[in-house]
């Protein structure tokens, strides 16, 4: 069977991908293949950033690997914290950096803003990018106790409850990451057929 590494130290991430590729590819993670370096992350997109990480893992261990990016991209703050997001505040921290975005909110009635994920692929020395988009609006409050980052903030279209609201299923079958997901797994089942 063939491996495949996804550059990511979550192992919540990798049980759901080793899931859903069971039976086509060994996944891996980056503890798996005894790589405990902090990938930087200094690129101006999420293609830029998540290219890096599986660049970094094809250059150093020669296998192909997968990485993700994502962020939230509010349209009354120019499309900030964009890359950012995790960083937001100054440093990494849920509460600091959703304060913040609350904060620069404040009086602004555009409350329009998405999610969006780019995943990045290198498989046998070739580069391919799938990304995930889901659109929405941000509330004056947090409120919701699932989740991470900006979900207590975020309502989806077409939705009344943030994602902190949502259950960890019912965001799964709607997230940007979830979308970006499914179309790199379809690719990749495709490419083993």
Do not use: W
Not at 60 to 80: P, R
């Amino acid at each position: 069977m063939r491996e495949l590494v996804f550059a990511t130290n979550n192992t919540h991430k990798t049980e759901e991908v080793k899931q859903l590729l069971a039976g086509q590819y060994q996944v891996l993670n980056l503890k798996d293949i005894g790589c405990d370096t902090d990938i930087p992350e200094t690129g101006n997109t999420f293609a830029e950033n998540a290219r890096l990480k599986t660049s970094f893992v094809e250059t150093h261990y020669q296998m192909d690997c997968f990485a993700d990016d994502s962020g939230l991209e509010v349209e009354a703050l120019n499309n900030a914290p964009g890359i950012y997001s995790a960083r937001y505040a100054g440093q990494r921290g849920d509460r600091e950096n959703l304060e913040l975005v609350l904060k620069n909110m404040e009086g602004i009635t555009n409350r329009k803003a998405r999610f969006k994920t780019v995943v990045s692929l290198v498989q046998q020395n070739q580069h391919y990018f799938f990304e995930g988009v889901i659109n929405g609006t941000l509330r004056e409050k947090a409120s919701g106790a699932e989740g991470f980052g900006y979900d207590p903030i975020f309502v989806p279209d077409g939705y009344d409850i943030t994602f902190a609201e949502m259950s960890m299923a019912q965001k799964n079958e709607i997230s940007h990451r979830a979308q970006a997901m499914r179309k790199l797994i379809s690719f990749l089942k495709s490419a083993t057929l």
